[in-house]
């Protein structure tokens, strides 16, 4: 029993890492598949099936409208299909389509007008912002803020922040005209501004100073995700647990600052796609299931429920993100190809919708290859930290 009780043990926390994923995912793609199925019932939808995952059903029921609610083997996304759909990417059945009669065509989901289409297929994204929204202001309401000022306690030698000028008491008052109001919203700042050059503002002696400075670029380990590329500046805050303030927020504050967290999440996202375009950032950064796994596992096992329940927000935020590029199989293609329809009155033909869905859906198990790749090079990297 003896030997048996570390390998029990250590068998239940690699069972975290799973069940972590599972939670996490399952939420985020409930909502977001949601989303679609609500607005489109609210539409005059036909739905044949609400699934979570893909491939072999494992369990399902119908509900009293007829539609088959069910969980499949592979775990790693969802989709709604609506009367007309071929498959699960809502690519039209043309061969169904001439056979049907009057009463399906009113339900189908290719023969509402161009408003209801594009509210459906942006109701899925949507779905995802309000969930974070919810989950950051639900977290802020409960728990309140710990703030600490932005001010300084030490500059580093040898950092950017020594060569611009930074002394011990500044206070940063804002960064680049944007107002800081922690010591921890300045760190969120310059970590995502690597190789930028910032305008800060600081408070000094009584009067306003101005300071420019470039954050370097380091690489450092974050779990879960192995090396990451962030800036840094060499700024110390104070580590007296006496300058830290609790602050608790009321149900409004909450949710703007639900609202202000969400819109942080899409920045941040949005300035590394920027700097990833322009080869400023490393495309290793990408991560795929198993990072995504790796990460849930981490939260779960350190922060508890309450942490989890935060990551959920942040992968909500990525997940509806990525849903409105504008690649066809995804639902900002979609949203596309009916901007088209909008502008010539009429839709693309099925030929140039087929090409379409073909281009989106190589580019998407193109970018899943190399984000699950990534994460099989970072998975590799830290079993050999480990060793050592």
């Not at 639902?331 to 088209?340: E, N, S």
Request: neutral net charge; hydrophobic residues 45%.
């Amino acid at each position: 029993m003896e030997a048996f009780g570390p390998s029990l043990a250590k068998i239940v926390g690699m069972l975290i890492y799973p069940a972590a994923f599972l939670f996490v995912l399952t939420i985020v793609v409930f909502v977001h598949e949601f989303g679609h199925f609500w607005i489109g019932r609210l539409c005059g939808v036909g739905v044949k099936a609400f699934s979570i995952g893909f491939g072999r059903e494992l369990f399902g029921w119908y509900d009293r409208h007829g539609t088959r609610w069910k969980v499949s083997a592979i775990p790693l996304g969802g989709y709604v299909k609506f009367v007309g759909d071929m498959n699960a990417a809502s690519v039209p059945d043309g061969e169904a389509d001439a056979s049907m009669s009057p009463a399906e065509r009113a339900v189908s989901f290719h023969h509402q007008v161009l408003w209801k289409r594009a509210a459906i297929v942006a109701a899925g994204p949507i779905a995802n912002f309000i969930l974070a929204i919810v989950v950051f202001a639900g977290l802020t309401y409960v728990n309140g803020r710990a703030v600490l000022p932005a001010r300084i306690e030490a500059v580093q030698p040898g950092t950017p922040a020594e060569a611009a000028g930074f002394q011990p008491g500044d206070l940063i008052v804002s960064i680049d005209g944007r107002p800081i109001a922690s010591f921890s919203e300045m760190q969120r700042f310059v970590s995502t501004s690597g190789g930028d050059r910032l305008q800060f503002v600081v408070e000094r002696s009584g009067r306003r100073v101005t300071i420019e400075a470039t954050p370097a670029v380091r690489e450092v380990e974050v779990p879960g995700f192995g090396k990451q590329r962030i800036g840094q500046l060499g700024l110390q805050g104070s580590r007296n647990p006496a300058d830290m303030t609790h602050v608790s927020y009321g149900f409004v504050d909450s949710v703007g600052a639900g609202v202000s967290e969400t819109w942080n999440v899409v920045d941040r996202t949005m300035n590394y796609l920027g700097k990833l375009v322009t080869g400023r950032e490393s495309p290793q950064q990408l991560s795929g299931p198993i990072g995504i796994m790796r990460v849930s596992g981490d939260v779960a096992a350190v922060g508890g429920i309450g942490s989890l329940i935060g990551l959920i927000a942040i992968l909500s935020v990525s997940i509806g993100l990525l849903n409105l590029f504008p690649v066809p199989l995804l639902d900002g293609g979609h949203l596309l190809f009916y901007a088209v329809e909008a502008v010539r009155g009429r839709p693309l033909s099925d030929r140039a919708q087929e090409i379409g869905f073909r281009i989106g859906l190589a580019l998407v198990v193109m970018l899943m290859l190399f984000a699950t790749w990534n994460d099989i090079v970072h998975l590799g990297a830290s079993f050999s930290s480990r060793g050592t």
